[in-house]
Nanobody, 125 residues
Framework: QVTLVESGGGLVQEGGSLRLSCAAS????????MAWFRQAPGKEREFVAG????????YYGDSVKDRFTISRDNAKKMVYLQMNNLNVEDTAIYYC??????????????????WGQGTQVTVSS
């Protein structure tokens, strides 16, 4: 289990950018694949991006490819999501998550067992 706290959400106009941050508490953080998910009102939780334990291998959901970038700093126990060229469809609560066990790759929310409290991202037209 990993304790996670997100920050960096807010209100931005279409075409703008935001950077989300996720802070972890445990030293085992560096052994986990980490991911970002999002959930809009009335919709299921959607995979956004994931990154390998060593930060070398990122992977993305189709709707954010070429616009969002995930990164991590294991020394600081941080994960980041740089979001560029935002549009109104990106409006959602964004969650940082860790999977059920270390070095486990997935894009399915059901296989992630540690979640932050979420941070709201609102994109206005």
């Amino acid at each position: 289990q990993v304790t996670l706290v997100e920050s960096g959400g807010g209100l931005v106009q279409e075409g703008g950018s935001l950077r989300l941050s996720c802070a972890a508490s445990e030293d085992t953080f560096s052994t986990y694949v980490m991911a970002w998910f999002r959930q809009a009102p009335g919709k299921e939780r959607e995979f956004v991006a994931g990154i390998s334990w060593n930060g070398i291998i990122p992977y993305y959901g189709d709707s954010v490819k070429d616009r969002f970038t995930i990164s991590r700093d294991n020394a600081k126990k941080m994960v980041y999501l740089q979001m560029n060229n935002l549009n109104v469809e990106d409006t959602a609560i964004y969650y940082c998550a860790a999977p059920v066990r270390p070095n486990f790759y997935s894009d399915s929310a059901s296989e992630f067992t540690s979640w932050g409290q979420g941070t709201q991202v609102t994109v206005s037209s």
